[in-house]
């Protein structure tokens, strides 16, 4: 007989697809698609936040290269908030792969 994978007693044939049963990399693949779902709505919120707080500092309005350089920093920290937040997310509800 072919190869068997026994899991919790029970004997199931192994087609080659162990990785698919372990959820690594549709785990992986949910957390990318929500992070890059919620990528935008999180740099626009960000975005406005801070230029909002730089207006009120600097008592004045923005200038549009001030405007693009607030614009390109929010970019980078949504990026990592969503990131994180799509990992804990995923591990949360669908929990966190284990390779096998």
């Given at each position: 007989?072919?190869?068997?994978?026994?899991?919790?007693?029970?004997?199931?044939?192994?087609?080659?697809?162990?990785?698919?049963?372990s959820?690594?990399?549709?785990?992986?693949?949910?957390?990318?698609?929500?992070?890059?779902?919620?990528?935008?709505?999180?740099?626009k919120?960000?975005?406005?936040?801070?230029?909002?707080?730089?207006?009120?500092?600097?008592?004045?309005?923005?200038?549009?290269?001030?405007?693009a350089?607030?614009?390109?920093?929010?970019?980078?920290?949504?990026?990592?908030?969503?990131?994180?937040?799509?990992?804990?997310?995923?591990?949360?509800?669908?929990?966190?792969?284990?390779?096998?």
């Amino acid at each position: 007989m072919a190869n068997k994978t026994v899991r919790e007693g029970l004997a199931l044939p192994d087609f080659g697809l162990a990785f698919f049963r372990s959820m690594t990399i549709p785990f992986y693949a949910y957390v990318l698609i929500l992070a890059a779902l919620l990528f935008l709505p999180t740099r626009k919120i960000i975005w406005v936040l801070s230029c909002r707080r730089l207006e009120r500092k600097l008592a004045r309005d923005l200038e549009s290269r001030e405007i693009a350089g607030q614009k390109q920093r929010a970019g980078f920290i949504a990026f990592f908030v969503v990131l994180v937040f799509s990992f804990l997310f995923n591990a949360s509800t669908v929990g966190v792969p284990h390779g096998g």
